[in-house]
């Protein structure tokens, strides 16, 4: 009797004790608003968190804004395997270069990498993919050691630029044709933002925002994150800036 019992109870038992089902992951196509401007940041492992952080945190917030074209901002890398920053944070790229469909990029940014003064210089298919994404971008922008990326893939050639202060010498000898500039937070020459990095880089992001859409956007971006933004008072180069 007892068996019988047991055996028309198991059915109702059963789904109770069947996991859920995991849910499934979205697909980063589908988190890319229309309509907005598209900046892809481009991650490997070594990027600093500083460079990675910074134009993601100012970006993101664009879209709390009203009555703007606010930021899409997501990472792409060469794969989509987990990375590892410098400082050891772990993520998961948003999109793969190399073979995913990727939507229009917009915006460009290069963050400084452990390795874009050495090995990250050799790999030819991610300097092809910088330069061909930058020249079809409406701006590429690059912060401390990203301009060694930028000037590997030919973009820096007939534009002033800068770089982490402790690297403007080797970026000089690497690049001697470039109109390196030394002591400035940034510099912005056509559609090429160059940073100095570190929080300096907070500094690029902002102004790209008060560029596109005006001192009082910029000012309610760096308030709502507790930064002190005066773009007067932070020494920047903007011999070629495009009027939008």
């Known amino acids: 009797m007892k068996s019988n019992l ?33 900046a892809a940041i481009l991650v490997m492992d070594g990027v600093y968190n500083t460079e990675l952080v910074a134009p993601m945190d100012i970006f993101h917030h664009t879209r709390f804004r009203d009555s703007i074209r ?22 998961t790229p948003d999109f793969n270069f190399t073979s995913d469909s990727l939507p229009h990029i917009d915006i460009l940014i290069v963050p400084s990498a452990e390795h874009h003064l050495d090995s990250d210089l050799d790999n030819a298919r991610m300097i092809e993919w910088v330069k061909t994404t930058g020249l079809k971008a409406d701006f590429v922008m690059s912060l ?44 912005h020459d056509g559609k090429y933002i160059t940073s100095a990095g570190g929080d300096r880089s907070f500094d690029a992001a902002l102004y790209l925002c008060e560029h596109l859409y005006g001192k009082n956007i910029a000012d309610r971006l760096a308030h709502g994150l507790v930064i002190d933004w005066n773009l007067q008072s932070i020494k920047h180069l903007a011999p070629g800036k495009e009027q939008r």
């Open 6 to 38: 047991l055996l028309f109870l198991l059915p109702l038992l059963a789904p109770a004790c069947t996991p859920a089902s995991e849910p499934q992951p979205i697909s980063p196509l589908a988190q890319i608003e229309p309509g907005r401007y598209n």
């Open 144 to 187: 401390c050691d990203g301009a060694f990326v930028l000037a590997k893939a030919g973009l820096l050639d007939s534009v002033q630029c800068t770089t982490f202060p402790d690297d403007t010498g080797q970026l000089k000898k690497m690049f001697p044709h470039l109109k390196v500039v030394e002591g400035v937070s940034f510099v």
């Open 70 to 91: 606010a930021i899409n901002v997501f990472t792409v890398a060469e794969d989509r395997r987990m990375i590892t920053t410098f400082e050891g944070l772990h993520l």
